[in-house]
């Protein structure tokens, strides 16, 4: 596998490194002493897994309050995805800056996410699954989020199809993100 880093310290491009022969393909998708040689956090607490029905679901922006953080390294099984990586943490040099990346079934990318960021996706194509391993236990009480449209960060979201977002309520009253 290969790590490739992103604009936001700790939030890295994991890309496949695939044998293939006539049976299809293999690959590693997570290393802990690979990720570990570059400085990320490679503890496995848990391991979640989201099935969306739809094109153009959004889900975020979601992270976990200290000292409940958390890190992530998200995946799409099935489907395509425009995901999206916001730094919270105080301090950093890129504080509220995001990056995204489309991760999909066939590119076979990953991106993880450092603790102390907020995550969040939106579907690109019907039937999608997306896998998550995460550094901490979910924790309710520590769970919160940002508003997927704060002004704060302006991520450029794709047009949904029919210009339709599907999202919970949760996801869509959370409140900007205050420092």
Same mark, same amino acid.
């Given at each position: 596998?290969?790590?490739?880093?992103?604009?936001?310290? +700790? #939030?890295?491009? #994991? &890309?496949? !490194?695939?044998?293939?022969?006539?049976?299809?393909?293999?690959?590693?998708?997570?290393?802990?002493?690979?990720?570990?040689?570059?400085?990320?956090?490679?503890?496995?607490?848990?391991?979640?897994?989201? *099935?969306?029905?739809?094109?153009?679901?959004?889900?975020?922006?979601?992270?976990?309050?200290?000292?409940?953080? =958390? +890190?992530?390294?998200?995946?799409?099984?099935?489907?395509?995805?425009?995901?999206?990586?916001?730094?919270?943490?105080? +301090?950093?040099?890129?504080?509220?800056?995001? *990056?995204?990346? =489309?991760?999909?079934?066939?590119?076979?990318?990953?991106?993880?996410?450092? !603790?102390?960021?907020?995550? +969040?996706?939106?579907?690109? =194509?019907?039937?999608?699954?997306?896998?998550?391993?995460?550094?901490?236990?979910? #924790?309710?009480?520590?769970?919160?989020?940002?508003?997927?449209?704060?002004?704060?960060?302006?991520? !450029?979201?794709? &047009?949904?199809?029919?210009? !339709?977002?599907?999202?919970? =309520?949760?996801?869509?009253?959370?409140?900007?993100? #205050?420092?």
């Amino acid at each position: 596998m290969i790590i490739n880093p992103t604009a936001l310290q +700790g #939030v890295m491009i #994991v &890309e496949l !490194e695939p044998s293939l022969d006539a049976r299809g393909s293999w690959a590693r998708v997570f290393d802990a002493d690979v990720f570990a040689a570059h400085g990320l956090d490679a503890r496995v607490a848990q391991c979640s897994t989201s *099935v969306n029905r739809r094109a153009g679901t959004l889900r975020g922006l979601h992270y976990q309050t200290a000292p409940y953080g =958390e +890190g992530k390294l998200v995946r799409c099984a099935r489907g395509r995805i425009f995901d999206v990586a916001v730094d919270l943490r105080a +301090g950093s040099p890129t504080h509220k800056r995001w *990056v995204s990346v =489309e991760l999909s079934a066939s590119n076979g990318l990953s991106l993880f996410i450092a !603790e102390g960021c907020a995550h +969040g996706f939106q579907t690109l =194509e019907d039937n999608t699954e997306v896998h998550y391993q995460m550094t901490s236990a979910f #924790v309710p009480e520590a769970y919160t989020g940002a508003r997927w449209n704060d002004r704060a960060f302006a991520i !450029e979201w794709p &047009e949904p199809p029919g210009g !339709e977002r599907i999202m919970s =309520e949760r996801d869509r009253n959370f409140h900007d993100y #205050v420092t």
